[in-house]
């Protein structure tokens, strides 16, 4: 990919989620903010029973996943680190942290995540929810998927949601338009990819759901279709 388009991209993507942070909130109705993911609220109780917890979330966004895992685990020291790209994320996730009474869980830091790196043997539980494919390119996905698996402690559980074969065409007309995302890969590819990297660990869900979304894009919106893949597994 050219610097031109990475730039492009990371443009588009910081514009349209700025326009969501700062206008819908965190657990309120009207955006997909309004709840976690049903497949990180399946996880609390894989983890139940641990006496501390250490947890890293990849491209957090405000919150919406982190902030419902610190509230499960109040009670026992739970230290999440959030990395995201965008500073108002980290603003809005200390704000909403804050709120909901878990912000010593929380500690924030604005990177790229090719640029986190991630130390062996850290963390119970990694999460990364639409934003594996925002990695800068396929080779630095690679890696941090390897960063990610070597990441994680014994009995610890890695939970990834990763868009794969997205299309995007401009709603009103129809035209193809190129897909907004800096890694692409078609779906069985992907699930290759995690199923060699992640080989030896115990797999809790892997699915394939295809799902359509309307993203605004400055003057257009786009038509975007996805088969979005989530991969959990258990060290
Ligand atoms: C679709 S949102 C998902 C946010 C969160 N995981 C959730 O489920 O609510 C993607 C997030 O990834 C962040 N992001 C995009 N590219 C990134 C990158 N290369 N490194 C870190 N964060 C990135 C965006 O700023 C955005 O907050």
């Known amino acids: 990919m050219t610097d031109g388009r990475l730039k492009q991209i990371r443009e588009s993507e910081k514009q349209s989620h700025i326009e969501i942070y700062s206008n819908s909130g965190l657990y309120k109705e009207g955006s997909w903010l309004r709840k976690p993911i049903k497949t990180v609220l399946e996880i609390i109780p894989h983890l139940a029973g641990a006496s501390r917890l250490n947890v890293l979330d990849l491209g957090c966004g405000v919150g919406r996943n982190c902030i419902a895992i610190a509230q499960s685990f109040k009670n026992i020291p739970c230290k999440i680190d959030c990395v995201d790209i965008l500073e108002l994320a980290i603003k809005k996730l200390y704000d909403n942290a804050e709120e909901l009474g878990v912000a010593s869980c929380i ?17 119970d539980l990694i999460i990364a929810v639409s934003a594996l494919e925002h990695i800068d390119s396929e080779e630095s996905f690679l890696t941090k998927l390897s960063e990610i698996k070597n990441g994680i402690r014994s009995n610890g559980i890695v939970c990834l949601v990763i868009n794969s074969d997205i299309t995007e065409n401009e709603k009103s007309t129809g035209k193809e338009i190129p897909a907004q995302f800096e890694v692409n890969l078609p779906t069985k590819k992907l699930q290759t990819i995690l199923e060699n990297t992640f080989s030896g660990f115990e797999i809790i869900k892997t699915t394939v759901s295809e799902q359509q979304y309307d993203i605004p894009r400055g003057d257009i919106v786009s038509d975007l279709k996805t088969k979005v893949v989530t991969f959990v597994a258990r060290k």
């Not at 500690?107 to 963390?123: D, L, M, R, T």
């Open 107 to 123: 500690n924030g830091i604005v990177a790229p995540i090719e640029n986190y790196s991630i130390k062996e043997n850290e963390y």
